[in-house]
């Protein structure tokens, strides 16, 4: 989508989704709470408030009678009108009847059952505001081979995570800066003076990052390129005879330093096929994103 043009379509989807039903896919109740939480991206909570959210914003819910508004400034923007699921029609009433439309979310196969929950409370949330999705499966090979805007689906549904504490180089740059477009940002973002920035932020000194942060915070949230979803959280179940556990949000944990001690035995270092077998990720930690 062109950025300029399709503001208020993006703004739309933002405030149609229903956030709370994306969380509660995760909702098991495992010890009394859920296993995801929510962030507002595009950097993890894993850097510090300093970068995470400088401006404290509130985190996304659903606002149905702000997406109502933008879906109709949309409308008479770019010439269509919907039907909301109340009946009230807005947009430019003598344009097109965009129920006769049908877009498409765009996820990976093979879909898990939680990917499938996502994508149905997705599609869910946007006939609120009188738009029509369907789902299509693909394989990592072809997310792989959108390496323009023109083949990159308008709307997906992707996991994708920081792998190494640099909250610019790694996780910012890659889904905001257009360089990285088909790669990290599936979105194509584009934004002149985001990309001015970008140009040396990743070479300044922590202090003056983390300065540019409330200003890079107001723009990234006004291009409303990404819907961020919950994130599931890690979980380990750790034997007792297992000691040094220690969790990172970047390399899981350290194996290195974990040793094991039980009554009745030695101990054992990390390299112990056992220690692998005492410990279980349950869930892998990532940014989701339409």
């Not at 996304?60 to 923007?77: V, Y």
């Not at 909301?84 to 093979?110: C, E, I, M």
Request: hydrophobic share 40%; net charge negative.
């Amino acid at each position: 989508m062109n950025y300029a043009t399709h503001y208020y379509f993006r703004q739309a989807l933002y405030d149609a989704l229903n956030y709370t039903a994306e969380a509660e896919v995760y909702d098991n109740n495992y010890n009394g709470t859920s296993v995801a939480y929510q962030e507002l991206g595009p950097l993890s909570p894993s850097y510090g408030n300093a970068f995470y959210n400088p401006n404290n914003y509130s985190l996304p819910t659903q606002d149905l009678k702000g997406a109502a508004q933008n879906i109709s400034l949309a409308g008479q923007q770019m010439g269509f009108y919907v039907k909301l699921a109340n009946g009230t029609r807005v947009g430019n009433l003598s344009g097109k009847n965009l129920a006769s439309h049908t877009f498409t979310l765009t996820g990976l196969s093979p879909a898990t059952s939680i990917e499938n929950a996502q994508l149905t409370a997705a599609i869910d949330s946007f006939a609120q505001i009188g738009l029509t999705f369907n789902t299509k499966l693909v394989t990592e090979s072809i997310v792989g081979g959108w390496s323009t805007a023109n083949v990159t689906p308008h709307f997906v549904d992707l996991a994708w995570e920081p792998d190494y504490s640099d909250a610019v180089g790694q996780q910012l740059i890659p889904v905001m800066d257009v360089s990285n477009g088909g790669i990290g940002n599936k979105a194509w973002v584009d934004n002149s003076s985001l990309q001015s920035i970008f140009s040396t932020l990743d070479f300044e000194n922590v202090s003056a990052q983390e300065k540019a942060m409330y200003h890079v915070q107001n723009l990234t949230y006004d291009q409303y390129a990404y819907m961020w979803l919950p994130v599931p959280d890690d979980i380990y179940f750790v034997q007792p005879y297992v000691h040094n556990f220690v969790w990172n949000p970047f390399v899981e944990y350290f194996y290195n330093v974990m040793y094991i001690s039980y009554k009745g035995g030695g101990t054992s270092t990390a390299s112990d096929l056992s220690m692998y077998a005492s410990i279980t990720s349950m869930f892998m930690a990532g940014i989701k994103l339409f």
